[in-house]
């Protein structure tokens, strides 16, 4: 399909561990965001990648969360020495340009730390 | 500091009727607006949008609100179904940067 998609859907990890979670985002979409949306929470902002600049990543929790975006297309967003606090749904996004444009969602991968 | 608040953590609503969820924001430099819907174990989906340039913009049943005075909007759906019944999120950005979700408000419409 056309979509943002998101790999793996379900991620079980021991506490401790380093995951890794991937977003393949539309095809010439040049904005991709993450999100956490942590049980009854709503959205949290988490990191921000437009085209070639410098990413924004003001909402990353800890120096534990990192993410790169290869070649303005693919991201990975690197959780290190996951904590039990770290289980969450996280969403992926991207969108056409930085303005006036809705993000189109994957379906996320929800991690759950042991 | 929460920039986007949804005080309604849920909502009930007739088949047939309208719904209104209400969003309220307190960052003045917001001007970008957006409702999003999100079922379970799926990602939210875009429904409408509005800039901070209008005060009402319409898409078939859903129709969006803002009142810049009050940093106020609101989605209205009109008939209300039973497949709208899903969790909606408001978001809001200022010139395209962070977009800043709601907590979400679980709509649920009965038959």
């Known amino acids: 399909g056309a979509g943002v998609s998101q790999s793996p859907s379900n991620k079980v990890t021991e506490k401790g561990k380093d995951v890794e979670l991937r977003c393949d985002p539309i095809s010439g979409h040049t904005a991709l965001y993450w999100y956490r949306q942590s049980l009854g929470q709503g959205l949290e902002f988490l990191i921000y990648f437009q085209g070639n600049s410098a990413p924004d990543k003001s909402g990353l929790p800890s120096d534990r969360f990192s993410a790169e975006r290869t070649g303005g297309s693919v991201s990975t967003l690197t959780i290190q020495r996951t904590q039990q606090e770290d289980s969450a749904v996280y969403l992926c996004?991207?969108?056409?340009?930085?303005?006036?444009?809705?993000?189109?969602f994957g379906d996320g991968t929800r991690l759950s730390i042991l | 500091d929460q920039q986007v608040k949804q005080n309604s953590p849920s909502l009930s609503v007739q088949e047939g009727r309208i719904s209104i969820l209400n969003c309220d924001y307190t960052?003045?430099?917001?001007?970008?607006f957006l409702w999003y819907k999100k079922y379970p174990a799926e990602g939210p989906t875009f429904l409408i949008s509005i800039s901070s340039i209008k005060d009402k913009n319409e898409d078939g049943r859903f129709t969006v609100f803002l009142n810049k005075s009050a940093k106020h909007l609101s989605l209205h759906i009109v008939p209300s179904q039973p497949g709208d019944s899903a969790v909606y999120f408001c978001?809001?950005?200022?010139?395209?940067?962070?977009?800043?979700f709601g907590p979400g408000t679980r709509l649920s419409v009965l038959p």
């Open positions: 960052n003045s430099m917001f001007d970008y």
């Open positions: 996004a991207s969108s056409l340009g930085p303005r006036d444009q809705p993000q189109h």
């Open positions: 978001a809001a950005s200022n010139y395209g940067q962070n977009f800043v």
